[in-house]
T-cell receptor, first 112, second 115 residues
Framework: GENVEQHPSTLSVQEGDSAVIKCTYS??????FPWYKQELGKRPQLIID?????GEKKDQRIAVTLNKTAKHFSLHITETQPEDSAVYFC???????????FGIGTKLQVIP | GAVVSQHPSWVICKSGTSVKIECRSL??????MFWYRQFPKQSLMLMAT?????????EQGVEKDKFLINHASLTLSTLTVTSAHPEDSSFYIC???????????FGPGTRLTVL
């Protein structure tokens, strides 16, 4: 089955700096890679996703890159703000009704 | 759009009792629903995948007789934790997706505490 590795597990940045979270996956058949943000005690919220036919996607301060050859993808958050503090999960799936495999999560702390 | 609700949001029960958690898609027909368990400071662990009108597919290591899943309609799936024990205490989250979508939409979760 799919295995998703994520690092770092914790990340502290100063407000205004950039944050980068990296993930690797094992199943070359995976073609859908969502990123979720989860605040304490809340549901995971989709913040951005990318499909295997795209190398990069950007939405305001958030961007995701995908390297299919190396089987890794990354989340980039620029101009971080205190409200960006949360746990971020990367995930991979075959799309459609297929199950999603999550990484272990990265706890991001943005220091004011 | 794509809102998923769960009920109850939290429940406390005695050891040995059964607890039912409901997951509803409010504004779409959920062809597939997923049930996850999340322990403190850990990732989401998939328990089972549920398609409307068919038996759930359980992940390895998840006891199907203990965690009963029913997906009777396109908007409702239920998870029943039977004979709950303290080690079943966790945050249970459902998600749902619809035909043509890759995205899973998550419910708010149910915090189960078994005394």
């Amino acid at each position: 089955g799919e295995n998703v590795e994520q690092h770092p597990s914790t990340l502290s940045v100063q407000e205004g700096d950039s944050a980068v979270i990296k993930c690797t996956y094992s199943d070359s058949a995976s073609n859908y890679f969502p990123w979720y943000k989860q605040e304490l005690g809340k549901r995971p919220q989709l913040i951005i996703d990318i499909r295997s036919n795209v190398g990069e996607k950007k939405d305001q301060r958030i961007a995701v890159t995908l390297n299919k050859t190396a089987k890794h993808f990354s989340l980039h958050i620029t101009e971080t703000q205190p409200e960006d503090s949360a746990v971020y999960f990367c995930a991979a799936s075959n799309g459609g009704y297929q199950k999603v495999t999550f990484g272990i999560g990265t706890k991001l702390q943005v220091i004011p | 759009g794509a809102v998923v609700s769960q009920h109850p949001s939290w429940v406390i029960c005695k050891s040995g009792t059964s607890v039912k958690i409901e997951c509803r898609s409010l504004d779409f027909q959920a062809t597939t629903m997923f049930w996850y368990r999340q322990f403190p400071k850990q990732s989401l662990m998939l328990m089972a995948t549920s398609n409307e009108g068919s038996k759930a597919t359980y992940e390895q290591g998840v006891e199907k007789d203990k965690f009963l899943i029913n997906h009777a309609s396109l908007t409702l799936s239920t998870l029943t934790v039977t004979s709950a024990h303290p080690e079943d205490s966790s945050f249970y989250i459902c998600s749902a997706t619809y035909r043509g979508s890759d995205t899973q939409y998550f419910g708010p979760g149910t915090r189960l505490t078994v005394l």
